[in-house]
């Protein structure tokens, strides 16, 4: 279980603390970090290679490892690639220490499309599957704490 304690940090130029992180603060490091083109769903260039968000998903779970959000192989990362494709992270792996190689793809069900040797979803990638579901505008998604 994680020790509570708050620590204060900024993201363009907001204060915010741990215990008032929340979506607020998810959704703006996400922003900062997965930045992919939105027009490639209105059928124009990905901007943005699988390889590089891959990179961007294992930089945000050393972000929230290291801020204490997570511990151990708590917590989950996806990201809509596509209308029926989704990066995410696996099972039982540290967020803090994950490399590209680790992240799964899965289509809109959950069934895994790419996983690299032992690596497979979370069983919660169903959660997210929900998430994009009811909310056509949410592109990624993290859970921790």
Not at 85 to 91: D, Q
Request: some cysteine.
């Amino acid at each position: 279980m994680l020790a509570k304690k708050t620590v204060k940090f900024k993201i363009n130029g907001k204060t915010f603390t741990t215990k008032e992180a929340s979506s607020d603060y998810v959704k703006s490091d996400i922003d900062i970090l997965l930045d992919y083109d939105k027009n490639k769903y209105r059928g124009e260039t990905k901007m943005t290679s699988e390889y590089e968000i891959k990179k961007q998903i294992c930089e945000i779970g050393k972000r929230i490892y290291n801020r204490g959000m997570v511990a151990a192989n708590d917590g989950n990362i996806s990201v809509k690639i596509s209308e029926n494709e989704f990066l995410c992270t696996p099972t039982g792996v540290s967020k803090g220490f994950m490399t590209p190689e680790y992240i799964c793809k899965v289509d809109a069900e959950g069934n895994v499309l790419q996983a690299n040797g032992n690596f497979k979803p979370s069983s919660e990638i169903k959660m997210h599957m929900r998430v994009y579901k009811e909310r056509p505008d949410v592109k990624s998604v993290v859970h921790a704490l």
